[in-house]
């Protein structure tokens, strides 16, 4: 039985995780891959719709579709589970199904982290409503700075990732998978702030 902690991901999750890793722009933060290092922290679980998700944000030539590839080839391995026989509504709480089934399978594995970027969205409450234990949320900026504290990742490496994804804010990246649009968004300036002073001072 695996020590690592369970945890379940959501597609905006890999993603946002593997953009700085195929993003060549000199603002790109380099020196780790802090998609490989949540694969290498936790027992990560996905619902067999992700990877339906990452195959649809492929092949445009974007910098999305290059990070939907390397996920692909980073997790092809991981354990899927099929959740389309399950009894309660896959949109309750007025989720999309991937964001349903990434909740509902958070909780029939008893999860020790449900890992979604849908923060600042009313998603994000409706996926605590959802959860059987709201505790096991979080979103890529918290456990980047996690990683950052236990030696995984660069502290400066870090540090220059949250820099990085602030500036999607200003040069937004979207694409449409599974019926319905992802975006990379910027990341709160006021979350990040208080995560630097919590982790990195």
């Known amino acids: 039985m695996?020590?690592?902690a369970v945890a379940v991901v959501d597609t905006n999750v890999l993603l946002n995780l593997a953009l700085p890793v195929v993003d060549s722009r000199p603002h790109a933060p380099s020196g780790a891959d802090p998609l490989k290092a949540l694969l290498l922290?936790?027992?990560?679980?996905?619902?067999?719709?992700v990877f339906g998700e990452l195959?649809?944000?492929?092949?445009?030539?974007?910098?999305?579709s290059a990070a939907a590839d390397l996920v692909l080839h980073a997790v092809h391995a991981l354990?899927?589970?099929?959740?389309?026989?399950?009894?309660?509504?896959?949109?309750?709480?007025?989720?999309?199904?991937?964001e349903s089934e990434c909740t509902?399978?958070?909780?029939?594995?008893?999860?020790?982290?449900?890992?979604t970027d849908e923060f600042n969205t009313t998603n994000y409450l409706f996926v605590t409503f959802a959860l059987d234990d709201r505790n096991i949320l979080f979103i890529s900026p918290h456990i980047l700075y996690t990683r950052a504290t236990t030696d995984v990742l660069p502290?400066?490496?870090?540090?220059?990732?949250?820099?990085?994804?602030?500036?999607?804010?200003?040069?937004?990246t979207t694409s449409v998978v599974g019926g319905s649009q992802v975006e990379t968004k910027?990341?709160?300036?006021?979350?990040?702030?208080?995560?630097?002073?919590?982790?990195?001072?």
């Open 186 to 201: 910027g990341w709160d300036g006021q979350y990040i702030a208080q995560l630097r002073q919590l982790y990195l001072h």
């Open 79 to 98: 354990p899927t589970h099929d959740v389309d026989d399950r009894s309660d509504d896959p949109r309750a709480y007025s989720l999309d199904r991937g």
């Open 104 to 115: 509902w399978l958070a909780n029939k594995l008893g999860a020790d982290l449900l890992l």
């Open 155 to 172: 502290t400066e490496h870090v540090a220059a990732a949250l820099t990085y994804y602030r500036k999607q804010r200003r040069e937004p």
């Open 41 to 49: 922290t936790y027992d990560i679980h996905v619902p067999e719709r």
């Open 55 to 64: 195959t649809d944000a492929t092949g445009s030539g974007d910098l999305l």
């Open 2 to 4: 695996s020590e690592k």
